[in-house]
């Protein structure tokens, strides 16, 4: 068997399956692509069959966590939890979101799914205002991941109990809130 | 001389000192207790007389990078633009303050002064509406922060040239206005 032919023993769907589970495992900090090459059994190189860097790599994965977002009905508050929620759903998810954002890479789900519910709502200026709840939201949920990831191993403060963390939805619902912006947003609860 | 003299040839302050400068020049990811210890020319363990954990040393530069901010007066707007600014010091200053803060670790200078400025401005609830406004803040600034790291090394699509630096800034201030919820703070500009 040649190399190519080894190589192409998984496709880029087999890939980024793998890349994903082990984000759940190790976490982005350890995410390499030594360590998802292992996994399958393969070369480091040949990795770059499917795709060109890492960075391509983790904007598919970022693309799957935001996936079931593609079509979102729904007001603005409503959509605001299911995407912290998306993130949630693997380790380091809302890192992985933002740094792929930040990038200007991978598609963007989340975002013109709240630029419909702006729309929706009637509020002004939805662009800007999908702009910024995504800064919001990645950010709140950055920080929460990486606390109870923290609670988890025992190596967050003990203020960081059940207390704080009712406290952050009530956060996150006011946030959600004033960034949306309109009367019906806002009166949702 | 023996280990433990060795060690302290440096003091507690020295350290965080180095460790800042190192941050800058390598980013959060490549900043190790050994690499620290390098420049310092000592052992790993000689840090640990200063810091019990790395964790505990981040928080100490996390609030060098924040300190500045401890008796703020002004707006709201003004001071989160501070604060901003405060994270885009020392490369991956954004990310470092945003872990810090999820683990519970170092003071929370930003966090009061924004807390200060909302009872000024008579903003309703200005416990849960500083938290809101310094996560979104640090979701704001990590984005923008790898953005513009990526766009020095080449490593950002096109998309994310001038214009989208310039549309930064107004999300920004939208963010800002949206969450301190009071018409005084909506109104400046």
């Known amino acids: 068997m040649t190399p190519e032919h080894d190589s192409s023993r998984h496709d880029r769907a087999s890939v980024a399956d793998v890349a994903l589970s082990l984000l759940d495992e190790v976490g982005l900090a350890d995410l390499s692509m030594r360590r998802i090459a292992a996994r399958l059994d393969v070369q480091p190189s040949a990795l770059y069959w499917h795709f060109s860097s890492k960075q391509e790599l983790l904007a598919e994965l970022s693309d799957r966590i935001t996936a079931?977002?593609?079509?979102?009905?729904?007001?603005?508050?409503a959509l605001a939890r299911r995407i912290r929620d998306a993130l949630f759903t693997y380790r380091d998810g809302a890192e992985l979101v933002l740094s792929s954002s930040a990038l200007g890479l991978g598609s963007s789900h989340a975002q013109s799914a709240l630029e419909d519910a702006l729309r929706r709502a009637d509020a002004d200026d939805p662009p800007d205002r999908a702009v910024a709840l995504m800064h919001f939201i990645l950010g709140h949920a950055t920080l929460v991941q990486q606390r109870m990831h923290a609670d988890s191993y025992g190596a967050a403060s003990p203020t960081a109990g059940d207390d704080a963390t009712a406290g952050l939805d009530r956060v996150f619902d006011l946030g959600i809130a004033a960034l949306a912006g309109s009367a019906r947003s806002r009166s949702v609860s």
Do not use: P
Request: charged share 30%; net charge negative.
């Open 68 to 77: 079931s977002l593609r079509a979102a009905d729904g007001d603005v508050l």
